[in-house]
């Protein structure tokens, strides 16, 4: 059956897919067929062929990728771009992008490194791209210690981080000031606006070292097991890791997990 009031004939839409079984058009083909058409009253009907068609092979595919995202980026609270405002400015910190952010710097209190479990904290991805060096600041030095860090997907059914880090790596509190790595073990290879997890842990129960980061005062809490909602919690760790040492696979048991009320250690990310 004909669309409603439509000529028969359709010079484009139909003519360029005829030879396509609806599992084998791609949104690829959409566009291409799409390109151009002008939005005028003379192209109506294969306007409404062209979303007849891209609607159709959408249902059969079983996927809506092309009709959710093909006019920007997915729902979400998309980060600005780390490379954005200057072109020197290629760092992004890690600890305070859009909805987890916080503003208010703090130095040297140690409770960034309290913990003997790897902690996490969630951040929304500014750029698409790989990660390409992990930098912190230390403020206290102290030969031989380091920062182990990594960086995981998260799990949309829970909205914990899950499965291998996408990338880790080791920073040396050995020094003052600014500490980079650009070796790092795995690719991760970031999407614009899609959550992602952090985390990091000193590599000794003892550590004398200490990084910068942000006060827990001004911290959004993650709403995770708060005992008395004016202690929000920050930071979230698995019970069933292993004590100093950073966990590179993660399981997504929500009944492992617990919350702490830590500040959040100042690290940044430059992309490839």
Not at 153 to 181: F, R
């Amino acid at each position: 059956m004909p669309l409603p009031d439509a000529d028969k004939k359709s010079p484009r839409v139909y003519t360029n897919l005829q030879n396509l079984d609806l599992d084998n058009v791609t949104f690829a083909n959409i566009q291409a067929t799409g390109n151009p058409i002008a939005v005028e009253e003379m192209n109506e009907d294969e306007m409404r062929r062209l979303v007849l068609v891209n609607l159709a092979r959408l249902v059969t595919a079983g996927e809506w990728t092309g009709l959710l995202e093909a006019g920007g980026s997915t729902i979400s609270a998309t980060a600005m771009k780390a490379q954005g405002y200057n072109s020197s400015r290629d760092q992004y910190v890690l600890g305070n992008g859009v909805v987890w952010g916080a503003t208010a710097a703090s130095t040297d209190v140690g409770s960034e490194l309290s913990s003997n479990y790897t902690t996490y904290r969630p951040f929304i991805a500014p750029n698409s791209a790989d990660v390409a060096e992990v930098a912190m600041w230390c403020d206290t030095a102290a030969a031989g210690e380091v920062v182990e860090f990594g960086i995981w997907a998260n799990d949309d059914d829970t909205g914990l981080p899950t499965g291998d880090a996408l990338t880790h790596c080791t920073l040396s509190l050995a020094s003052t000031g600014q500490v980079t790595q650009d070796s790092l073990t795995g690719t991760a290879t970031l999407v614009r606006g899609t959550q992602y997890w952090f985390g990091y842990v000193p590599d000794t129960s003892s550590t004398s070292g200490r990084i910068n980061g942000f006060d827990v005062a001004t911290v959004p809490s993650i709403g995770a097991m708060a005992q008395n909602p004016l202690q929000q919690r920050t930071m979230i760790y698995d019970m069933g890791g292993t004590a100093n040492q950073l966990d590179t696979t993660v399981t997504t048991t929500v009944s492992d997990w617990s919350a702490l009320q830590y500040d959040v250690g100042a690290f940044s990310v430059t992309f490839a």
